[in-house]
């Protein structure tokens, strides 16, 4: 079993829709959560980032983190063409770089016009 | 603005031929590092470098290896290359000040071993 899962997709929505993207993990002890966005043929960039539990928000998007039940997700409202990408989360117990980082498998997106 | 620059953007190999991925950053960033990305594989962590003049193994080091060139500059060398090594290679730094793990990435390479 994978220490983070994450669906695949595609996920297939029509332009304007609300989009929830989502992680589980294994590990309780992993503290800090990232979502990175990851274009074709480009590399990921962060997108979001947050510590421990809660919520973050950083305008169509809001990064949760329900520790108690080991799931992040990532809402995207009025979800736009441009959103069509892959999405990955990442997290880590400590801080202190990416050789601490465990990333999911990535989620496809697909925003139709 | 370069960022996190990766060359060559494409590469086929024969089974058996070297070659070196470069990767050079200009964001003065201390640690860097090398990942490959394989469908339903995700990012896997192959080497990286904490600092100028270490490098340790990530978690498939296996058939490559590495050098901290400078600060700037950090490569990644296949030198008998396998089937099993075509993936996309993507080179990333940060900080590591203690502060986040904002990691960025180059552009990848994506290598195909025939």
């Known amino acids: 079993q994978k220490e983070v899962e994450q669906d695949p997709g595609p996920l297939s929505v029509p332009e304007g829709a609300i989009v929830s993207l989502n992680c589980t993990y294994s590990?309780?002890?992993?503290?800090?959560f990232m979502w990175y966005r990851q274009y074709s043929r480009k590399g990921p960039e962060l997108l979001m980032y947050?510590?421990?539990?809660g919520n973050k928000e950083d305008g169509r998007f809001t990064a949760q983190v329900d520790k108690s039940s080991k799931y992040i997700s990532l809402f995207i409202r009025d979800s736009q063409p441009s959103d069509s990408a892959t999405y990955l989360c990442?997290?880590?117990?400590?801080?202190?770089?990416?050789?601490?980082?465990?990333f999911g498998t990535g989620t496809q997106l697909k925003v139709e016009l | 603005n370069a960022g996190v620059t990766q060359t060559p953007k494409f590469q086929v190999l024969k089974t058996g031929q070297s070659m070196t991925l470069q990767c050079a950053q200009d964001?003065?960033?201390?640690?860097m590092y090398w990942y490959r990305q394989d469908p339903g594989m995700g990012l896997r962590l192959i080497y990286y470098?904490?600092?100028?003049?270490?490098?340790d193994k990530g978690e498939v080091p296996n058939g490559y290896n590495v050098s901290r060139l400078n600060k700037r500059e950090f490569s990644l060398r296949l030198e008998s290359a396998a089937p099993s090594q075509t993936s996309v290679y993507f080179c990333?730094?940060?900080?590591?000040?203690?502060?986040?793990?904002?990691?960025?990435f180059g552009s990848g390479t994506q290598l195909s071993v025939l």
């Open positions: 990333a730094s940060s900080r590591t000040d203690g502060t986040d793990e904002k990691l960025f």
């Open positions: 964001m003065n960033h201390n640690s």
């Open positions: 470098s904490a600092s100028e003049g270490t490098t």
């Open positions: 947050t510590y421990s539990s």
């Open positions: 990442a997290m880590s117990r400590i801080t202190g770089g990416g050789n601490k980082l465990t």
């Open positions: 590990n309780s002890a992993f503290q800090y």
